[in-house]
């Protein structure tokens, strides 16, 4: 470590808030470092409209039209490439739905997915009736 550094570490250290360290500093002849940069791409702001603001967290009319648009996209493509089904993995839903893979394996899983959603809704249903009564 040099000696400027410890002389800026120690003033640090003894000062009571940032402008008296500041003070301090400029009494010793001596300049507060340059903060350092974050590591990584700075944060770029696309705007709205964007998919890529829809992923940061942004749910307005047009950052969630344009990441639907950017998923039927990607559908598109994955069931035009049949590899894809392959690494995506036989024998669930989403692959069925996604890759457009209508292998035995992806169509039973898809069944058995749509099953198990009817027999939620018809439950909530259910409950929904007896709440209202």
Known sequence: MTDTRRA???VADH???ADDCRLLLAMLGLSAP???RRRGRPPVDHGHGDRRTYAKGCRCADCRDANRLHQAELRARWKNDPSSADRAGHGKPSTYKNHGCRCAECT???TADV???????????ALAETAGA
Do not use: S
Not at 115 to 125: N, V
């Open 34 to 36: 340059a903060p350092k």
């Open 108 to 110: 039973a899983a898809n």
């Open 115 to 125: 099953i198990a959603y009817k027999a939620r809704r018809r439950q909530r249903e």
């Open 8 to 10: 800026m570490l120690t």
């Open 15 to 17: 000062a009571e808030n």
